[in-house]
């Protein structure tokens, strides 16, 4: 044990030795360093035999040696003033998390007061407080079975909440107004081509408004393909004007929201219940999606500035009700219970969103708003108003009623005669293989189905095959483009625009090519 205790007494002392000619070897270099008089007294030295061009010379090099010191010392205390800065934070986030823990207990206490308060109040009341209360929109009702009397407002009877008040005033309206309603005569003999020639016409003549005949042949394809069209370009082109004049034409007129920045949440679109007064606040869209569901009118509703708050926010559940393949389970959930009078088509506190309906949104690119994401874009069809339009001349049209059965007869009839030619088909996944392999995006199979549902129409309307499918690959494929790094993807850019005009044809494209152009000057 003896000879151990020497060893290691031995070792750590040769160790301690070397730590202590670091500290000795530290201390002895600062001295040196900052050994003012040894400089002087070189100085002295030396500048004896110094000329002119010596002494600058001279003054300059212990300048810049000084001002490097200065600039360690700078950087050190930066680097310490730094430091203690992270760590206050780190303190005050610890302090921070204390004080909400602190608080969500105290909400927990209060909650629990609240619980009790209840009780109390459910014992005065003679409810038995073993049994279980369905607090139902802020009402406090007795679950089935209690001893409250029977069919006396309050009361559950088949799950339905007994009551004489009301809380949808509006949608009752609606169901008064449908009592007496009378369909009017629809005009079932028009075709998709008059559609667009007389839509265009009545624009003009009645309404002072010129659009482009693509430009309606686009809108009239967007509607078979998405029930969600975005409208976008720079202000004053007609976004707004052309689903306005469009429900105009139609006779029913189109329902506008004028989206806020404060959009955060469903509720604002579609409404809430408000539990002060019992009532709920319905909008004009949750009013006119209700009365789409007794009538056989093709109903618009416009998304007015769309993303001058985030869509993904204030539209998500719609945007996954439109997705579902099975157009009988599109239905919103408006309130959790059911009232017994509530309104007739409010099918257990849910809301048939029906497939006469369509949302309408027009967008403005610039600094004042989000960006739309792709989510939103795969599920739209955007059409691009980038130019004012130029006034012509046209025969005085009246509008005419068109019912959605038949709208929706054309669109099926265009998909049988007009369907994308197996040639241009082979092209496109030949296209998608390209992309693929040089640029890492890929088109997807919503968005092709959503091409051979938008060109055959397209075409009916009166345009061109190869001309929808460029729209369709410009608005929806080649627009992903835009979250690449295309700076270093210009070559790229470039032998797309060769391969479409070799696969396609040249001057066939022009669409995509112009688009594709212009990211290859912007990035």
Same mark, same amino acid.
């Given at each position: 044990?003896?000879?151990?205790? /020497?060893?290691?007494?031995?070792?750590?002392?040769?160790?301690?030795?070397?730590?202590?000619?670091?500290?000795?070897?530290?201390?002895?270099?600062?001295? =040196?360093?900052?050994?003012?008089?040894?400089?002087?007294?070189?100085?002295?030295?030396?500048?004896?035999?110094?000329?002119?061009?010596?002494?600058? @010379?001279?003054?300059?090099?212990?300048?810049?040696?000084?001002?490097?010191?200065?600039?360690?010392?700078?950087?050190?205390?930066?680097?310490?003033?730094?430091?203690?800065?992270?760590?206050?934070?780190?303190?005050?986030?610890?302090?921070?998390?204390?004080? +909400?823990?602190?608080?969500?207990?105290?909400?927990?206490?209060?909650?629990?007061? /609240?619980?009790?308060?209840?009780?109390? /109040?459910?014992?005065?009341?003679?409810?038995?407080?073993?049994?279980?209360?369905?607090?139902?929109?802020?009402?406090?009702?007795?679950?089935?079975?209690?001893?409250?009397?029977?069919?006396?407002?309050?009361?559950?009877?088949?799950?339905?909440?007994?009551?004489?008040?009301?809380?949808?005033? #509006?949608?009752?309206?609606?169901?008064?107004?449908? #009592?007496?309603?009378?369909?009017?005569?629809?005009?079932?003999? $028009?075709?998709?081509?008059?559609?667009?020639?007389?839509?265009?016409?009545?624009?003009?003549?009645?309404?002072?408004?010129?659009?482009?005949?693509?430009?309606?042949?686009?809108?009239?394809?967007?509607?078979? %393909?998405?029930?969600?069209?975005?409208?976008?370009? $720079?202000?004053?082109?007609?976004?707004?004007?052309?689903?306005?004049?469009?429900?105009?034409?139609?006779?029913?007129?189109?329902?506008?929201? %004028?989206?806020?920045?404060?959009?955060?949440?469903?509720?604002?679109?579609?409404?809430?219940?408000?539990?002060?007064?019992?009532?709920?606040?319905?909008?004009?869209?949750?009013?006119?999606?209700?009365?789409?569901?007794?009538?056989?009118?093709?109903?618009?509703?416009?998304?007015?500035?769309?993303?001058?708050?985030?869509?993904?926010?204030?539209?998500?559940?719609?945007?996954?009700?439109?997705?579902?393949?099975?157009?009988?389970?599109?239905?919103?959930? +408006?309130?959790? !219970?059911?009232?017994?009078?509530?309104?007739?088509? @409010?099918?257990?506190?849910?809301?048939?969103?029906?497939?006469? +309906?369509?949302?309408?949104?027009?967008? !403005?690119?610039?600094?004042?708003?989000?960006?739309?994401?792709?989510?939103?874009?795969?599920?739209?069809?955007? $059409?691009?108003?980038?130019?004012?339009?130029?006034?012509?001349?046209?025969?005085?049209?009246?509008?005419?009623?068109?019912?959605?059965?038949?709208?929706?007869? &054309?669109?099926?009839?265009?998909?049988?005669?007009?369907?994308?030619?197996?040639?241009?088909?082979?092209? +496109? =996944?030949?296209?998608? *293989?390209?992309?693929?392999?040089? *640029?890492?995006?890929?088109?997807?199979?919503?968005?092709?189905?959503?091409?051979? &549902?938008?060109?055959?129409?397209?075409?009916?309307?009166?345009?061109?095959?190869?001309?929808?499918?460029?729209?369709?690959?410009?608005?929806?494929?080649?627009? /992903?483009?835009?979250?690449?790094?295309?700076?270093?993807?210009?070559?790229?850019?470039?032998?797309?625009?060769?391969?479409?005009?070799?696969?396609?044809?040249?001057? #066939?494209? !022009?669409?995509?090519?112009?688009?594709?152009?212009?990211?290859?000057?912007?990035?």
């Amino acid at each position: 044990m003896n000879g151990f205790l /020497k060893f290691f007494f031995a070792f750590i002392s040769e160790m301690l030795k070397g730590y202590t000619e670091i500290y000795r070897g530290l201390r002895d270099g600062f001295k =040196q360093i900052f050994n003012i008089p040894n400089y002087v007294d070189i100085f002295k030295e030396h500048t004896r035999s110094l000329g002119a061009l010596g002494w600058v @010379l001279t003054i300059l090099s212990v300048i810049i040696v000084a001002a490097i010191y200065v600039l360690i010392l700078v950087i050190i205390f930066l680097a310490i003033r730094k430091y203690i800065r992270f760590r206050h934070s780190i303190v005050s986030n610890e302090d921070l998390l204390e004080e +909400i823990a602190a608080l969500q207990r105290q909400v927990m206490k209060m909650a629990k007061e /609240k619980d009790e308060i209840m009780a109390m /109040k459910v014992s005065q009341m003679g409810l038995p407080t073993s049994g279980v209360l369905s607090l139902a929109d802020g009402n406090m009702v007795p679950a089935e079975g209690s001893t409250a009397a029977e069919g006396q407002p309050g009361t559950i009877e088949d799950g339905v909440v007994q009551t004489s008040d009301y809380r949808f005033s #509006k949608l009752i309206e609606v169901d008064t107004f449908y #009592k007496t309603y009378t369909a009017p005569e629809y005009d079932n003999n $028009i075709t998709l081509e008059e559609l667009c020639d007389r839509y265009r016409n009545f624009a003009c003549s009645r309404m002072h408004l010129y659009y482009e005949p693509k430009t309606i042949r686009l809108f009239i394809a967007g509607m078979a %393909s998405t029930k969600l069209i975005i409208l976008q370009g $720079i202000s004053g082109t007609g976004k707004t004007s052309l689903p306005y004049s469009f429900g105009k034409f139609l006779q029913v007129d189109t329902t506008i929201a %004028s989206v806020q920045p404060s959009w955060r949440d469903r509720t604002e679109l579609f409404g809430y219940f408000n539990e002060f007064t019992k009532n709920f606040n319905e909008t004009e869209v949750l009013k006119r999606i209700y009365s789409s569901n007794y009538n056989n009118d093709i109903n618009l509703i416009l998304l007015d500035e769309m993303n001058i708050a985030r869509v993904e926010y204030y539209f998500a559940e719609m945007l996954s009700i439109l997705e579902m393949p099975n157009a009988d389970e599109w239905a919103l959930d +408006i309130v959790p !219970n059911v009232w017994s009078t509530d309104p007739v088509k @409010l099918d257990r506190g849910k809301i048939v969103i029906p497939q006469n +309906i369509w949302y309408i949104g027009t967008a !403005n690119n610039d600094d004042s708003t989000y960006a739309i994401s792709d989510k939103v874009y795969d599920r739209a069809q955007p $059409i691009n108003l980038d130019s004012k339009g130029v006034a012509f001349d046209a025969p005085d049209t009246p509008p005419l009623n068109l019912g959605f059965d038949h709208l929706d007869q &054309l669109f099926r009839e265009a998909f049988d005669k007009y369907p994308i030619s197996q040639e241009n088909l082979k092209k +496109i =996944q030949q296209l998608d *293989l390209w992309v693929i392999e040089k *640029l890492r995006v890929a088109f997807g199979n919503r968005i092709l189905k959503q091409m051979n &549902l938008f060109v055959p129409v397209y075409v009916a309307c009166g345009g061109e095959e190869l001309d929808g499918i460029d729209y369709v690959l410009a608005t929806k494929i080649f627009r /992903k483009f835009e979250s690449l790094n295309l700076a270093m993807l210009r070559e790229e850019l470039r032998e797309l625009c060769v391969y479409m005009n070799k696969s396609f044809g040249k001057n #066939k494209m !022009n669409e995509s090519i112009a688009y594709l152009e212009r990211l290859q000057k912007l990035f």
